[in-house]
């Protein structure tokens, strides 16, 4: 087992979970492996560990550990490199005057809402039971509302304030990482892409030199968005190679 080797990482404890069902590819497990106590993984130590594969969902830091597949690959854009398509370019200037605030994390109904509709829009097959939606509502706030590391909220609003997209992010030492975006979908819009040229250039003008963008999987089609924008760098064999 391959573990962070950084001195201050030697404070924590790592363990494997059980397998259970792979979200993104069809009849395949997954493990994890998990960095333990929760409440030493604050900014400074998730900032060690991101560099090496970790991602964060709500309190846990986390990265795949399938003891027969290595298809999950760890990915992050060197900003200043950074060159937008021509559809890049047009989803930049169509979007441009959406008016954005960042936030501190924490439930808020109106962005729950807007969750709600683009999980039942991509992940869903039509209307849940009521306590399955009361679950869904722990669920979004363990997993966006609850960090141990420094986040926040940023809201993207029209000209009639109405909340079109919300991004969660992590700002770690030498850039930020992108947790998760929805937004609104019944609209003919390219939201996802604004957001993360957004967050490009975001980290740009606080002057660190990437985006991490979670991981990427060559056989997942919710992945191939990440391989539109390049350059990047994919961590192989624990080092960050230029693709």
Known sequence: MTLPNDAPLQKLQFYVTTAYPCGYLPKKLAQSL?????????????????????????????????????????????VNDFQPSRSQQRAW??????????????????QFALYHAYQQ???????????????????YQQ?????????????????????????????????LSAVYTFYETTDKASYGTYGILWQIEWA?????????????????????????FQPQEKLIDGEWVRS
């Open 34 to 78: 998990i960095a333990t106590p929760q409440n030493l993984v604050d900014a400074s130590i998730y900032s060690g560990l991101i560099q090496q594969g970790f991602r964060r969902s709500g309190k846990f830091a986390y990265r795949p550990h399938c003891e027969q597949c290595h298809a999950c690959i760890s990915v992050r854009l060197p």
């Open 93 to 110: 200037k169509k979007h441009a005057d959406l008016q954005v605030t960042i936030l501190d994390t924490g439930y808020r109904e109106e």
């Open 121 to 139: 829009q991509r992940h869903s097959n039509g209307p849940e039971p009521l306590d399955e939606f009361d679950d869904e509502v722990s669920q």
């Open 143 to 175: 997993f966006l509302c609850q960090s141990n590391v420094e986040s926040i909220m940023v809201e993207f609003r029209d000209s009639r304030n109405t909340l079109k997209m919300v991004s969660v992010i992590d700002l770690v030492a030498d850039g």
């Open 204 to 228: 740009k003008q606080l002057g660190l030199p990437y985006l991490y963008l979670g991981y990427w999987i060559a056989d997942s089609e919710k992945m191939t968005y990440k391989q539109q």
